[in-house]
């Protein structure tokens, strides 16, 4: 009789655990992958030339290190992902990548107790170039 009163409890307190589990899982993997990309990103010397081409490979780099992660959760990441110069592409001392409100797909069902619809990571390295 007791344990069907606690059973409800600790599988509700389990499904919590892995939920947010996951999201930590995601949420880590997600800053890994951005952190990746604008490493990559300060050393590129051409951005001026090749604006376009660089950031394909930098937003494929971001992608590519998102492997791990169930589809659900980088559906339409490509077009999430930003990079800006601060102040100016032309006179640029950093470099950001970012993905902004990527939606969080629920694994159990739990997102309406505390867990966060989007997920928003960034990553800023100076920027220095080639003499």
Same mark, same amino acid.
């Given at each position: 009789? @007791?344990? *069907?009163?606690?059973?409800?409890?600790?599988?509700?307190?389990?499904? #919590?655990?892995?939920?947010? #589990?996951?999201?930590?899982? &995601?949420?880590?993997?997600?800053? /890994? %992958?951005?952190?990746? #990309? %604008? !490493?990559? *990103?300060? $050393?590129? /010397?051409?951005?001026? $030339?090749?604006?376009? &081409? !660089? @950031?394909?490979?930098?937003?494929?780099? =971001?992608? /590519?290190?998102? *492997?791990?992660?169930?589809?659900?959760?980088? @559906?339409?990441? %490509? +077009? !999430?992902? &930003?990079? $800006?110069?601060?102040?100016?592409?032309? /006179?640029?001392?950093?470099?950001?990548?970012?993905?902004?409100?990527?939606?969080?797909?629920?694994? =159990?069902?739990?997102? !309406?107790? +505390?867990?966060? @619809?989007?997920?928003?990571?960034?990553?800023?390295?100076?920027?220095?170039? *080639?003499?």
């Amino acid at each position: 009789m @007791e344990f *069907a009163i606690v059973l409800p409890v600790i599988l509700i307190l389990l499904l #919590g655990m892995l939920e947010w #589990g996951f999201l930590m899982w &995601t949420q880590t993997t997600f800053s /890994n %992958a951005v952190r990746e #990309g %604008a !490493r990559e *990103a300060v $050393v590129i /010397n051409d951005w001026s $030339v090749n604006y376009s &081409t !660089r @950031e394909n490979e930098v937003k494929n780099i =971001v992608i /590519n290190r998102m *492997a791990s992660l169930p589809a659900a959760q980088k @559906e339409d990441i %490509a +077009g !999430r992902i &930003t990079i $800006v110069f601060a102040p100016s592409l032309a /006179n640029a001392r950093s470099i950001k990548v970012a993905i902004s409100n990527q939606p969080y797909i629920s694994m =159990v069902g739990f997102s !309406r107790f +505390g867990i966060p @619809e989007t997920l928003t990571v960034s990553s800023e390295f100076r920027y220095e170039r *080639a003499n």
